[in-house]
């Protein structure tokens, strides 16, 4: 049965009226002994602490989690704001500062060291000289012809006064240019000296450095494959020339190896897909060589022409020759 009591009534007792209050020793303490059954929103109860028993109140529920200080929890209305002041006058603009002096520019870095330059190739040993021929005899050099008389001399003009300059006088005549004398009959031409012995044909040349290598197919492959048609993927070698269409050919051994066209090659992880349409032999194996379909042999060595023909066949210009290689 509930009790009514009224405002007024006064507890002269030197500790709270409601023993819920506490002070516990802990939120925990607190939570553990006052029941769910006897708490309310607003429920104070003390927590001792290191400065006293502090107030805490369920401020927004009743479950453990709602228990929190009271003091922190209670947050007064935000005031209204006042009214913003007038702005004051803007002040005089200063004096520019004097410009700073321009930094001393950087020292420039050190010039790259310049790279090596490639070795020369050998040149070619030079073959020797032939023999100069004998040069034919100087012909005779004609006589000179007589020089013509030198013409007389004309009569020097009269020098005019001085002062108002005077009439120049009349350019003497000119003398008679002499007679050209009669041209020298021309040497009789010197015979052409004999052809000299043709020289011995020069050593043959170091050979030049090797062309790049052509397009590269050939590679091993280490996957392990069953023989059989049907498409196979496996890893070769990287940066090869393989390309979708070409035929390739799979071996293990003479008894055991497939065939088929290349539907993907991948050059920078080996990664290719062949389909088999050809196999040979059975079982699987890991260890295998791949190399285009009908790939040419590599080529034979070159033969080396031994001597001068001219030398080894003199009188055989129009025959048929049969050359040592």
């Known amino acids: 049965m509930a009790i009514n009591l009224n405002d007024n009534i006064l507890v002269n007792a ?20 006052v029941i769910s059954a006897n708490r309310y929103l607003g429920l104070t109860v003390g927590i001792s602490g290191a400065s006293g028993v502090l107030d805490y109140w369920y401020a927004s529920g009743i479950a453990n989690g709602d228990l929190v200080e009271k003091a922190s929890s209670l947050q ?11 702005q004051g006058t803007q002040g005089v603009q200063g004096v520019q500062g004097v410009q700073g002096l321009q930094g001393t520019q950087g020292v420039q870095g050190v010039q790259g060291v310049q790279g090596l330059q490639g070795t020369q190739g050998v040149q070619g040993v030079q073959g020797v000289q032939g023999l100069q021929g004998t040069q034919g005899v100087q012909g005779v050099q004609g006589v ?51 052809q000299g012995v043709q ?56 008894s055991n190896f497939m065939s088929g066209t290349v539907t993907a090659y991948n050059s920078g992880t080996g990664s290719m897909t062949v389909s088999v349409d050809n196999a040979t032999g059975s079982g699987t194996y890991s260890s295998w060589d791949v190399n285009l379909g009908g790939a040419p042999g590599p080529a034979g060595a070159q033969g080396v022409i031994l001597g001068n023909l001219t030398q080894k066949y003199p009188r055989q210009s129009s025959r048929r020759i049969e050359m040592d290689c």
């Not at 020793?25 to 553990?32: F, K, Q």
């Open 76 to 86: 007064g209305v935000q005031g209204l704001q006042g009214v913003q002041g007038l």
């Open 14 to 33: 030197p500790k709270p009226s409601d023993d819920r209050y506490g002070p516990w020793s802990s939120v925990s303490d607190a939570n553990t002994n």
């Open 199 to 254: 020289g011995l044909q020069g050593t043959q040349g170091v050979q030049g450095v090797q062309g790049v290598q052509g397009d590269r197919y050939s590679t091993t492959s280490s996957t392990s494959l069953t023989i059989g048609t049907g498409s196979k993927t496996l890893t070769v070698g990287t940066g090869l020339q393989w390309s979708i269409g070409q035929e390739a050919v799979l071996t293990f051994d003479a």
């Open 144 to 194: 000179q012809g007589v020089e013509g008389a030198q013409g007389i001399q004309g009569v020097q003009g009269v020098q005019g006064l001085q002062g108002t300059q005077g009439v120049q006088g009349v350019q003497g005549l000119q003398g008679v240019q002499g007679l050209q004398g009669t041209q020298g009959v021309q040497g009789v031409q010197g015979v052409q000296g004999v």
